[in-house]
């Protein structure tokens, strides 16, 4: 006679919970951390190459289950992290939201890659890039009359450029760092670049120190070369009263600008030029005021990947 084989484990544990994503017609458990989510193969594997192949190897026969269903431990993998990927497969709205919560775009992210799921991951990459775009004219549809950032696909929290400009780093969306490091310097303030920012939560958002040199590095380096001749302020000092049709007006104008922008520490390199102050010049002056500053912007941006130590702009890949 022969042997009938071993019955297959049924995983029980007082310690797991069922979280609210528990479907009864579910054909497949997944356990992250002490949670588990009932689902089905077929919706994983649609999306998934990593579960489409786990889907069709043939299963031992001591493979855990839970009421019948195999169970599949994640591994690393934070609950609301799984919470969060579930929704977007399942609620078909969910993912139609204008702006999603940071924590949403990261976990995409970070599970899009681990188990393949390209729809979602391409998804959350965009909402990324789109926020840190690699354009100047995408740069300015974000930017604010006073020059402030304006997040549209990302909700604003306490800081959020430092964790977006972690989770690009840390998951290869290099297209995403150079825009993503000069807000960085622009928008905080060098006590919170190495003290982090506080969260609602009462946890920390920072940099690590890969971050933060090229944070530090980039500053000094946008200081220095802003002032020069053709990036954004260097127009300031390499002055032409060729066309100039009123030089007492336009010397004031220009000593008064020397000292708004060519003696304080602030970063112009990529302001918009300040209308109020292009009215302090004559009508010839006003023109170059606003075409240097221009082109300076544009200079600026081109050159932009170089002052964070990154490759330049058509070198900066996506490896996902």
């Given at each position: 006679?022969?042997?009938?084989?071993?019955?297959?484990?049924?995983?029980?544990?007082?310690?797991?919970?069922?979280?609210?994503?528990?479907?009864?017609?579910?054909?497949?458990?997944?356990?992250?951390?002490?949670?588990?989510?009932?689902?089905?193969?077929?919706?994983?594997?649609?999306?998934?190459?990593?579960?489409?192949?786990?889907?069709g190897l043939?299963?031992?026969?001591?493979?855990?289950?839970?009421?019948?269903?195999?169970?599949?431990?994640?591994?690393?993998?934070?609950?609301?992290?799984?919470?969060?990927?579930?929704?977007?497969?399942?609620?078909?709205?969910?993912?139609?939201?204008?702006?999603?919560?940071?924590?949403?775009?990261?976990?995409?992210?970070?599970?899009?890659?681990?188990?393949?799921?390209?729809?979602?991951?391409?998804?959350?990459?965009?909402?990324?890039?789109?926020?840190?775009?690699?354009?100047?004219?995408?740069?300015?549809?974000?930017?604010?009359?006073?020059?402030?950032?304006?997040?549209?696909?990302?909700?604003?929290?306490?800081?959020?450029?430092?964790?977006?400009?972690?989770l690009a780093r840390?998951?290869?969306?290099?297209?995403?760092?150079?825009?993503?490091?000069?807000?960085?310097?622009?928008?905080?303030?060098?006590?919170?670049?190495?003290?982090?920012?506080?969260?609602?939560?009462?946890?920390?958002?920072?940099?690590?120190?890969?971050?933060?040199?090229?944070?530090?590095?980039?500053?000094?380096?946008?200081?220095?070369?802003?002032?020069?001749?053709?990036?954004?302020?260097?127009?300031?000092?390499?002055?032409?009263?060729?066309?100039?049709?009123?030089?007492?007006?336009?010397?004031?104008?220009?000593?008064?600008?020397?000292?708004?922008?060519?003696?304080?520490?602030?970063?112009?390199?990529?302001?918009?030029?300040?209308?109020?102050?292009?009215?302090?010049?004559?009508?010839?002056?006003?023109?170059?005021?606003?075409?240097?500053?221009?082109?300076?912007?544009?200079?600026?941006?081109?050159?932009?990947?170089?002052?964070?130590?990154?490759?330049?702009?058509?070198?900066?890949?996506?490896?996902?």
């Amino acid at each position: 006679m022969s042997e009938s084989p071993p019955a297959k484990r049924q995983r029980t544990d007082a310690s797991l919970t069922r979280s609210k994503i528990w479907y009864k017609d579910g054909s497949i458990v997944l356990q992250a951390e002490n949670t588990q989510f009932r689902v089905h193969w077929s919706v994983l594997s649609e999306n998934s190459a990593f579960f489409a192949g786990l889907e069709g190897l043939p299963q031992p026969n001591d493979q855990p289950t839970v009421d019948g269903c195999p169970l599949v431990e994640l591994s690393d993998d934070a609950v609301v992290d799984v919470e969060y990927l579930l929704k977007a497969l399942y609620t078909p709205t969910f993912l139609l939201q204008k702006a999603l919560p940071f924590a949403v775009v990261a976990a995409l992210i970070r599970l899009g890659r681990n188990y393949d799921f390209r729809d979602l991951l391409d998804t959350a990459v965009e909402r990324l890039v789109f926020g840190n775009p690699t354009t100047l004219e995408g740069y300015d549809a974000l930017i604010t009359a006073d020059n402030s950032y304006r997040s549209t696909r990302i909700l604003c929290q306490p800081g959020l450029l430092y964790d977006m400009l972690t989770l690009a780093r840390e998951n290869n969306i290099q297209s995403a760092l150079p825009c993503a490091y000069y807000r960085a310097i622009i928008y905080e303030n060098r006590i919170s670049l190495f003290e982090g920012i506080p969260r609602k939560d009462g946890t920390r958002t920072s940099l690590p120190p890969i971050d933060q040199r090229r944070c530090v590095l980039g500053h000094e380096a946008l200081l220095k070369i802003q002032s020069q001749t053709g990036y954004t302020v260097g127009w300031l000092f390499s002055w032409s009263e060729d066309d100039c049709t009123n030089p007492t007006k336009c010397t004031r104008a220009r000593v008064h600008c020397l000292r708004r922008y060519g003696q304080m520490l602030p970063v112009y390199a990529l302001c918009h030029v300040n209308p109020g102050a292009a009215t302090w010049f004559c009508r010839s002056c006003e023109k170059c005021y606003k075409e240097s500053w221009a082109a300076g912007r544009k200079k600026v941006w081109e050159e932009l990947p170089k002052f964070f130590d990154l490759p330049p702009w058509d070198h900066l890949t996506n490896d996902l």
